[in-house]
């Protein structure tokens, strides 16, 4: 390109998610069971429609009793009281326990009214089946009260969370049997390249196996995304014309290779002269040959061909804007000093020892196995240097 191009060039991180999910459409929502919401992003907020506990109630088994009849409990001199029944989960003690009596009560049972003390059974002698010796006071403390999970119309879980199992139980214990969740993205997946191969096929001199495609399609569906997997194209214009055709009915074509400065970066040329370009090249590394853009109406993503570089802009752009989960860095202390660029943010792979980030051995983007065997990506802002000993942002791989 000899003359000034028409759209940004060299946006940041930030922008280029900002970017992605601006193109993205409304997904739409489902209603669905909880059975089936794994991995989903929640669309509408959860209230409670329940207080858990839904009365105060004991935190261990023994008996339940009123502290005043117990101060002078000790091992060599007891407190005697008399047992007028239980309280157990889904059965609760029906009458009200006065001076000198008490309940048996057993985990997750509600309180008495009369009570507001719980003795261990650690503590107690029974005296045949309706008497027990306390042989220390009874503790207020050894309860759950009312609500202390949540109470009813609090709202629990926001819009936007991804369904874990721990949320799934969450919203069950709120009360809810189903959940409005957004729909999945439908992406089209695609890789390029003359050189590449599918794994299991024998290898010509200067070809190497599609990783890409692999790593990219489980990204995907880690996002909860349905995944079109286009295969691969060659290095040709007529092949990725007829690759992108192809996609239609997707939200989103993913694509790996083909978008840097090369002469035989036919993707890049096709979007400039044939569709529409949003932006080209992030300020970062790995990852800043990346381009979005639009063909016939369908958002393309184009991902470097590099699969360090390729899954790298994945992480940091691409499933931010699919989720709408933003980047959570953490702070550690740097073990290693990481050096940064100018005018690039730098996603240095480092490993964890104890408390501290170490720089992986290798921070070439050709070596895969980096991202496997590391840790984080150790964030070093533009031109910056971090030395050992000093704190630093990271996010987990």
């Given at each position: 390109?000899?003359?000034?191009?028409?759209?940004?060039?060299?946006?940041?991180?930030?922008?280029?998610?900002?970017?992605?999910?601006?193109?993205?459409?409304?997904?739409?929502?489902?209603?669905?069971?909880?059975?089936?919401?794994?991995?989903r992003?929640?669309?509408?907020?959860?209230?409670?429609?329940?207080?858990?506990?839904?009365?105060?109630?004991?935190?261990?088994?023994?008996?339940?009793?009123?502290?005043?009849?117990?101060?002078?409990?000790?091992?060599?001199?007891?407190?005697?009281?008399?047992?007028?029944?239980?309280?157990r989960?889904?059965?609760?003690?029906?009458?009200?326990?006065?001076?000198?009596?008490?309940?048996?009560i057993?985990?997750?049972a509600?309180?008495?009214?009369?009570?507001?003390?719980?003795?261990?059974v650690?503590?107690?002698?029974?005296?045949?089946?309706?008497?027990?010796?306390?042989?220390?006071?009874?503790?207020?403390?050894?309860?759950?009260?009312?609500?202390?999970?949540?109470?009813?119309?609090?709202?629990?879980?926001?819009?936007?969370?991804?369904?874990?199992?721990?949320?799934?139980?969450?919203?069950?214990?709120?009360?809810?049997?189903?959940?409005?969740?957004?729909?999945?993205?439908?992406?089209?997946?695609?890789?390029?390249?003359?050189?590449?191969?599918?794994?299991?096929?024998?290898?010509?001199?200067?070809?190497?196996?599609?990783?890409n495609?692999v790593?990219?399609?489980?990204?995907?569906?880690?996002?909860?995304?349905?995944?079109?997997?286009?295969?691969?194209?060659?290095?040709?214009?007529?092949?990725?014309?007829?690759?992108?055709?192809?996609?239609?009915?997707?939200?989103?074509?993913?694509?790996?290779?083909?978008?840097?400065?090369?002469?035989?970066?036919?993707?890049?040329?096709?979007?400039?002269?044939?569709?529409?370009?949003?932006?080209?090249?992030v300020?970062?590394?790995?990852?800043?040959?990346?381009?979005?853009?639009?063909?016939?109406?369908?958002?393309?993503?184009?991902?470097?061909g590099?699969?360090?570089?390729?899954?790298?802009?994945?992480?940091?752009?691409?499933?931010?804007?699919?989720?709408?989960?933003?980047?959570?860095?953490?702070?550690?202390?740097?073990?290693?000093?990481?050096?940064?660029?100018?005018?690039?943010?730098?996603?240095a792979?480092?490993?964890?020892?104890?408390?501290?980030?170490?720089?992986?051995?290798?921070?070439?983007?050709?070596?895969?196995?980096?991202?496997s065997?590391?840790?984080?990506?150790?964030i070093?802002?533009?031109?910056?240097?971090?030395?050992?000993?000093?704190?630093?942002?990271?996010?987990?791989?």
């Amino acid at each position: 390109m000899t003359a000034a191009p028409a759209f940004p060039m060299f946006v940041s991180v930030p922008e280029a998610t900002a970017h992605l999910r601006a193109l993205l459409p409304d997904p739409g929502v489902d209603r669905v069971p909880l059975s089936g919401a794994l991995g989903r992003t929640l669309a509408e907020a959860l209230a409670a429609r329940v207080s858990h506990p839904s009365a105060t109630e004991s935190a261990l088994d023994g008996i339940a009793c009123r502290e005043a009849d117990t101060l002078t409990a000790t091992a060599d001199q007891p407190v005697p009281l008399r047992v007028v029944g239980e309280s157990r989960a889904g059965q609760p003690f029906a009458g009200t326990v006065g001076e000198g009596e008490c309940v048996r009560i057993y985990t997750g049972a509600p309180l008495p009214p009369g009570t507001d003390a719980i003795c261990p059974v650690e503590q107690l002698t029974d005296q045949g089946p309706d008497h027990v010796l306390l042989r220390r006071p009874a503790r207020p403390g050894d309860v759950r009260p009312e609500g202390q999970d949540f109470r009813a119309g609090d709202v629990v879980l926001p819009e936007g969370v991804p369904l874990t199992p721990a949320r799934l139980a969450l919203a069950a214990a709120l009360g809810h049997a189903e959940v409005t969740v957004r729909r999945p993205y439908r992406v089209a997946l695609l890789s390029t390249g003359d050189e590449v191969v599918a794994p299991g096929q024998p290898l010509r001199p200067g070809q190497v196996y599609d990783s890409n495609r692999v790593g990219l399609g489980a990204l995907l569906r880690e996002c909860g995304c349905e995944v079109l997997d286009l295969g691969h194209a060659p290095d040709s214009v007529d092949a990725l014309h007829a690759a992108l055709d192809a996609a239609g009915g997707a939200d989103l074509l993913l694509t790996s290779g083909g978008v840097s400065m090369g002469r035989y970066d036919f993707m890049r040329d096709l979007l400039i002269e044939r569709g529409t370009v949003t932006f080209w090249k992030v300020r970062m590394r790995p990852g800043g040959p990346a381009l979005l853009g639009r063909w016939a109406g369908l958002p393309v993503f184009g991902l470097p061909g590099n699969p360090v570089s390729s899954l790298v802009v994945f992480g940091l752009i691409v499933r931010p804007a699919l989720t709408g989960q933003p980047l959570r860095p953490v702070r550690l202390r740097a073990g290693t000093e990481f050096r940064g660029v100018p005018d690039k943010t730098v996603y240095a792979r480092g490993v964890l020892r104890g408390a501290e980030v170490h720089a992986y051995r290798q921070q070439s983007s050709g070596v895969l196995r980096s991202l496997s065997d590391s840790d984080v990506l150790v964030i070093v802002p533009e031109g910056a240097e971090v030395p050992a000993g000093a704190d630093v942002d990271v996010l987990l791989l």
